[in-house]
């Protein structure tokens, strides 16, 4: 059994994406709503008790304003503490449906906080003081995008579940409502996702009890999986379990409207390659190995200028990571590195060249790790090998500046967002060609296209730099071997039937 008993990789972290890129490493923005008036008419019962704006008395009733918002936030959102999300029972009207799809669509492309209720408003065609008829406030609207989307994932798995008997076959029905309930609701997930840190404690801890429901509902069809011997049994399943939620989350991240492959075609691809791996013989993969000493981490650089800009990068991208671009000011990076504002412009030009050296340097960091693994290396398996867990390993030895560069790069313009998206599409070529170039050879499966090799490669892996803890189970090069062995040879037992896929004219 591979890895420890305990431990894991330390508790699930959800930090709030990218809004460049190809949609390998990065997201693609959404197109926006259509900008058409927001049908008035009937609004929601509590938005009738008062105009919930600025002044503490509203509609005639001599009420306290706090008691107001009390009673409006009772109705909108229960409290009852026996229900890890208060949302559970509501059906939106379909004018707070397009209320609610439109603030996702928002915070998605723009970010949950650069992103303001005027803004939300005038997409919608509203005043602002209208919109609060229908909100009490922006985290409110935050709260029940992800609170409502999750219960419905959640409602939908028990339902496909409930009429599947055998492990494979309700390990079939729960991916295949997974992926399409993502996609049926894509912004909201992705909201649910990737903004999470805009709630506040309570509120997210309510709905990521209700994510975790999912999740054990997902680890206990891998363990009945593995218990009857259709799943592997040398990988423990919560291992298992990461890697499928890494392979479905990952895809609202570069799957779009209109994307060739239709919910079930991608629904077949995600579940033959997670079964079956990515090798043409999945027999000659070897299995993961015992743990190596660790490898030694790169020295610092003797020159100190280098160091103490490194050092800049470094804290500029933990504070960009944990609260974002937008809520980082100057004065609180050079507070934390112990200088004043104005030393730390002697090193850069401000904020938003910050973010792109971040941005830039991580990505170039990543590309150059790759290149020395796999060059020189002639068995094409290998090759694809060393690429995973050289990617895996870069992306979370430097895993700050690569979760700012997906979450953040969005506030970039102009040639520093074309800067990012060039060094992307570049790592993602190489990549691309490496898995070309294993087909080419023999190694990996020829009826699944690299591009979806490619897609599910990065599925795989990339969502762990938002959750990987460094005092975890696991050191990066192990879990890079872990996703090497998982993606060429699958999760299935060994000797299942692999269900070769039709994919070339896409």
């Given at each position: 059994?591979?890895?420890?008993?305990?431990?894991?990789?330390?508790?699930?972290?959800?930090?709030?994406?990218?809004?460049?890129?190809?949609?390998?490493?990065?997201?693609?923005?959404?197109?926006?709503?259509?900008?058409?008036?927001?049908?008035?008419?009937?609004?929601?019962?509590?938005?009738?008790?008062?105009?919930?704006?600025?002044?503490?008395?509203?509609?005639?009733?001599?009420?306290?304003?706090?008691?107001?918002?009390a009673a409006i936030h009772n109705v909108e959102f229960s409290?009852?503490?026996?229900?890890?999300?208060?949302?559970?029972?509501?059906?939106?009207?379909?004018?707070?449906?397009?209320?609610?799809?439109?603030?996702?669509?928002?915070?998605?492309?723009?970010?949950?906080?650069?992103?303001?209720?005027?803004?939300?408003?005038?997409?919608?065609?509203?005043?602002?003081?209208?919109?609060?008829?229908?909100?009490?406030?922006?985290?409110?609207?935050?709260?029940?995008?992800?609170?409502?989307?999750?219960?419905?994932?959640?409602?939908?798995?028990?339902?496909?579940?409930?009429?599947?008997?055998?492990?494979?076959?309700?390990?079939?029905?729960?991916?295949?409502?997974?992926?399409?309930?993502?996609?049926?609701?894509?912004?909201?997930?992705?909201?649910?996702?990737?903004?999470?840190?805009?709630?506040?404690?309570?509120?997210?801890?309510?709905?990521?009890?209700?994510?975790?429901?999912?999740?054990?509902?997902?680890?206990?069809?891998?363990?009945?999986?593995?218990?009857?011997?259709?799943?592997?049994?040398?990988?423990?399943?919560?291992?298992?379990?990461?890697?499928?939620?890494?392979?479905?989350?990952?895809?609202?991240?570069?799957?779009?409207?209109?994307?060739?492959?239709?919910?079930?075609?991608?629904?077949?691809?995600?579940?033959?390659?997670?079964?079956?791996?990515?090798?043409?013989?999945?027999?000659?993969?070897?299995?993961?190995?015992?743990?190596?000493?660790?490898?030694?981490?790169?020295?610092?650089?003797?020159?100190?200028?280098?160091?103490?800009?490194?050092?800049?990068?470094?804290?500029?991208?933990?504070?960009?990571?944990?609260?974002?671009?937008?809520?980082?000011?100057?004065?609180?990076?050079?507070?934390?590195?112990?200088?004043?504002?104005?030393?730390?412009?002697?090193?850069?030009?401000?904020?938003?060249?910050?973010?792109?050296?971040?941005?830039?340097?991580?990505?170039?960091?990543?590309?150059?790790?790759?290149?020395?693994?796999?060059?020189?290396?002639?068995?094409?398996?290998?090759?694809?090998r060393r690429l995973v867990i050289a990617h895996v390993t870069?992306?979370?030895?430097?895993?700050?500046?690569?979760?700012?560069?997906?979450?953040?790069?969005?506030?970039?313009?102009?040639?520093?967002?074309?800067?990012?998206?060039?060094?992307?599409?570049?790592?993602?070529?190489?990549?691309?060609?490496?898995?070309?170039?294993?087909?080419?050879?023999?190694?990996?499966?020829?009826?699944?296209?690299?591009?979806?090799?490619?897609?599910?490669?990065?599925?795989?892996?990339?969502?762990?730099?938002?959750?990987?803890?460094?005092?975890?189970?696991?050191?990066?090069?192990?879990?890079?071997?872990?996703?090497?062995?998982?993606?060429?040879?699958?999760?299935?037992?060994?000797?299942?039937?692999?269900?070769?896929?039709?994919?070339?004219?896409?």
């Amino acid at each position: 059994m591979v890895g420890p008993k305990s431990g894991l990789l330390g508790p699930s972290e959800y930090v709030p994406r990218d809004s460049c890129g190809s949609g390998f490493f990065g997201r693609k923005t959404l197109i926006p709503s259509e900008n058409r008036p927001f049908d008035l008419t009937a609004p929601p019962a509590a938005s009738r008790l008062c105009d919930v704006g600025t002044r503490p008395v509203a509609c005639g009733l001599s009420v306290p304003y706090s008691k107001i918002r009390a009673a409006i936030h009772n109705v909108e959102f229960s409290e009852r503490r026996d229900t890890p999300v208060a949302l559970t029972s509501r059906t939106p009207s379909p004018h707070r449906s397009r209320l609610l799809a439109t603030s996702a669509e928002l915070f998605w492309t723009h970010g949950y906080r650069a992103t303001t209720t005027r803004r939300i408003a005038a997409t919608l065609g509203l005043q602002q003081a209208t919109l609060y008829h229908h909100v009490a406030s922006k985290e409110d609207l935050l709260y029940e995008i992800c609170a409502s989307s999750l219960s419905q994932l959640l409602r939908a798995s028990e339902t496909a579940l409930a009429g599947a008997t055998a492990p494979l076959e309700r390990f079939d029905a729960l991916v295949r409502t997974t992926i399409h309930e993502l996609l049926a609701n894509q912004r909201e997930h992705a909201t649910m996702i990737f903004e999470l840190r805009g709630l506040s404690p309570e509120r997210r801890t309510d709905v990521l009890q209700t994510l975790d429901q999912y999740r054990g509902v997902l680890l206990k069809v891998i363990e009945d999986g593995q218990r009857a011997g259709v799943l592997r049994s040398d990988i423990e399943a919560r291992y298992l379990e990461l890697a499928m939620f890494n392979l479905l989350t990952w895809i609202l991240v570069w799957h779009r409207p209109g994307e060739a492959l239709s919910a079930e075609e991608l629904s077949d691809l995600v579940i033959e390659v997670f079964l079956h791996g990515a090798a043409a013989d999945r027999g000659v993969v070897p299995p993961v190995q015992p743990w190596q000493p660790a490898s030694p981490e790169p020295e610092p650089p003797h020159n100190e200028a280098v160091r103490t800009a490194q050092r800049i990068f470094a804290v500029s991208a933990r504070l960009f990571r944990s609260q974002g671009y937008d809520a980082t000011t100057a004065r609180e990076i050079a507070a934390v590195l112990g200088i004043q504002k104005a030393s730390l412009y002697h090193h850069t030009r401000g904020k938003a060249h910050l973010l792109h050296q971040v941005c830039t340097s991580a990505l170039k960091q990543i590309r150059t790790d790759v290149q020395a693994a796999t060059e020189g290396v002639a068995d094409p398996l290998d090759r694809a090998r060393r690429l995973v867990i050289a990617h895996v390993t870069s992306l979370l030895r430097y895993q700050d500046q690569h979760a700012a560069a997906l979450l953040e790069s969005r506030a970039l313009s102009g040639e520093h967002q074309s800067d990012v998206r060039l060094l992307k599409d570049a790592h993602e070529s190489l990549v691309r060609g490496i898995l070309e170039g294993a087909q080419q050879g023999g190694a990996l499966r020829t009826d699944i296209p690299a591009k979806y090799l490619g897609l599910l490669l990065f599925s795989l892996t990339n969502r762990s730099m938002l959750w990987y803890r460094p005092d975890g189970a696991l050191r990066p090069e192990q879990l890079g071997e872990l996703f090497a062995v998982l993606f060429l040879a699958g999760a299935a037992a060994p000797g299942a039937k692999s269900c070769l896929l039709h994919l070339d004219a896409i």
